[in-house]
C-alpha cells in the first residue's frame, strides 16, 4: 500500500475506520487521502444557506468558496480524530452529483489520485435489499482495482 483512500464519515464508526486506516497508513509509510463526499442533497442545502448569508451581506460566493469550507471542515476533523498519528495525509474534498452515485465518486477519486486500498463504510443488508436499495459499499468492492477494506454496521 502506498496511497489509500478513506472516505469521511462524521460517527463513531466513521472515526474508527479512519483510525484504523491511519494506523495502517503509518505502519507501511503510507499516504492517507481522506475524502469528504456531499451528496447532491446536502450540497443544495448548504449551497441555500450560504446564498442566503450572501445575499444578506450583498455579496456571492462560488462554489469553489463552498468547497473550500467543506474541505477545511474535514481536515479540522481528520486532524481531531488522527491526534498523535504520524502518518502523511491530505483531504480529498467532492460532491456527488444529480446523476451519479457516491461509489461513482469514490472510484473517480481513487482513479485520479492513484490510490491502492480503499477503505469504507457500510451497512450490512439482506440480498434484496442491496438489489433494491443497492450498496455503497458494495459498488466499491464489486468495481474498485484493488483491496478494499470495509467496517459494516
Known sequence: MEDALVVLETDDKGHELLTDAAELAA????????????????????????????????????????????????????????????????????????????ADRILEAAASNDIDHVFITGTQRSPTGKAVFGDRAQAVMLNFDGPVTALLS
Do not use: C, P
Not at 505502519?27 to 450560504?50: N, Y
Open 27 to 102: 505502519g507501511v509509510d503510507a499516504t492517507l487521502h481522506v475524502l469528504s463526499l456531499l451528496t447532491h442533497e446536502e450540497f443544495e442545502e448548504k449551497r441555500e444557506a450560504l446564498d442566503a448569508m450572501a445575499e444578506e451581506e450583498h455579496t456571492s460566493y462560488d462554489d469553489s468558496v463552498f468547497m473550500d469550507n467543506v474541505r477545511q471542515d474535514a481536515q479540522e476533523v481528520t486532524t481531531e480524530v488522527l491526534g498523535d498519528i504520524d502518518v502523511q495525509w491530505n483531504v480529498i474534498a467532492g460532491r456527488v452529483g444529480q446523476a451519479e452515485s457516491e
